[in-house]
């Protein structure tokens, strides 16, 4: 169940000081890139450095980082019961999301980071996350229709929800390509809570890319267009971070830069990767986490880039109570064939359920000239194997959903040694 608010989270962590700075990071698509570029400059810039983001991918812990490797379990686990023990002898009753985020900010101290880059999980204003009190600078990216029911039904009124995360002294970073409306939400609510000027970016200066090495403009250069708006919100919100008193000083030099744009990999957006250990499929197949409009576009611009516009096999889940049409209508085109899915629960989310997929094969089959193959309920393995033969080689994608990446991910895992 989800509970938006600041009153059990604040109750949560008042007996643990939290002894570290954080970097704050909301939107609707690009949190994720955002904070695997920033968390990967500032370590190559000499902070200890935690990550918190959401949902996990593969296992729960993997969710915090600290130097860029996912805690160990044994150290999630001992801090996660530290927190449910004080949730519970305070009759607290946290949310579970709450939960998680106590116990990543309880290992962020146990490990002595610098600096942690934390993630929201949604909105800003009353999210869990937003508890943090001494924030460096605060990032908003690409802002879109996504979470209506808690955040409001237009982009102006979700686009307030988010910039919530913004405080008095506090600069903010933002996506310049946001919808003018967007941006003129986000300034307001700097100007009411005082956070001073908005840094509004659409990638990296033509001038200081032309100053790098060759190596790093080619590595820039074959960057996506959001990418490298991504980048561009790290590389400035690490500068300043790392300009802010209590930091070791440091600069974001090109060998620092460079590292992070040619090391940073974000796993379940536009990966490539094999399944033939499940399918025997020699191609590659395209791994991608997209679940609303706008991450459906930047995942199309890929595909037309990288296949041109030939028939294209899908393996497709969702999570229920979401709208796919936007999204559907963005990446089917006829001749497409769509194989549908459910992926199976969701480790510490059990409210999130997935959209049945004949439900879901029903909503993709209504774009026109679609194929189905058909609707394969929690088979996965059984969808992929049937994709592939279908697929013949040609172009496959895994998409629709984070937690249908997890899925994928999982079964790609080797088993562990007997």
């Known amino acids: 169940m989800i509970e938006l608010g600041l009153g059990r989270i604040s109750r949560l962590v008042q007996t ?3 002894s570290w700075r954080a970097v704050h990071v909301a939107g609707t698509n690009g949190k994720g890139g955002v904070c695997a570029y920033l968390s990967n400059m500032l370590q190559q810039a000499g902070q ?8 996990h991918l593969v296992d729960r812990w993997d ?3 600290i130097d860029g490797l996912p805690v160990s379990e044994s150290a999630f686990r001992h801090a996660e019961d530290a927190v449910r023990t004080r949730d519970k002898a305070d009759d607290i009753r946290a949310s579970e999301f709450e939960l998680l985020t106590a116990t990543a900010f309880e290992l962020f101290t146990r490990e002595g980071v610098d600096v942690a880059v934390v993630e929201c999980g949604m909105g800003g204003r009353l999210d869990a996350t937003n508890v943090l009190d001494d924030k460096l600078v605060t990032v908003i990216t690409k802002i879109g229709l996504d979470h209506q029911s808690f955040l409001g039904s237009t982009v102006e009124a979700i686009a307030r929800e988010k910039a919530g995360i913004m405080k008095p002294g506090v600069p903010c970073v933002a996506d310049a390509t946001n919808d003018t409306s967007v941006l003129d939400v986000i300034r ?3 100007r009411e809570v005082g956070s001073g000027t908005v840094h509004a970016l659409d990638g990296l200066p033509c001038e200081q890319v032309e100053s790098m090495p060759p190596h790093f403009r080619n590595d820039y250069g074959a960057l996506e267009p959001h990418q490298k708006i991504n980048f561009s919100l790290a590389t400035t919100a690490a500068r300043i ?3 802010s008193n209590g930091l070791r000083q440091a600069t974001l030099n090109s060998g620092v830069l460079s590292k992070a744009l040619r090391e940073t990999q974000w796993p379940g957006r536009l990966q490539c ?3 033939a250990s499940l399918t025997g499929r020699v191609e590659e197949v ?3 986490g997209a679940h609303n409009p706008q991450a459906a576009s930047a995942l199309a611009r890929f595909l037309e880039r990288r296949f041109g516009r030939v028939p294209t096999t899908w393996v497709l889940a969702a999570s229920e109570g979401k709208d796919m049409g936007g999204t559907l209508s963005v990446l089917l085109k006829p001749g497409d064939v769509v194989c549908a899915v459910e992926f199976g629960p969701v480790d510490g989310m059990p409210w999130v359920k997935p959209m049945v997929a004949s439900r879901l094969l029903e909503a993709a089959t209504s774009v026109n000239g679609i194929r189905q193959a058909g609707a394969y309920g929690q088979s996965l393995k059984t969808a992929l194997n049937d994709a592939s033969e ?4 040609g172009p496959l994608v895994i998409t629709g959903s984070l937690y249908l990446v997890s899925g994928v991910l999982r079964l790609l895992r080797p088993e562990p040694a007997v």
């Open 273 to 275: 990767i094999s399944i």
């Open 63 to 65: 969710c915090v980082a």
């Open 241 to 243: 971070a790392l300009s």
């Open 390 to 393: 279908i697929a013949n080689g």
């Open 48 to 55: 200890r450095c935690g990550r918190f983001t959401s949902p």
């Open 286 to 288: 395209v791994l991608d």
């Open 16 to 18: 643990s000081r939290l």
């Open 188 to 190: 307001s609510v700097g």
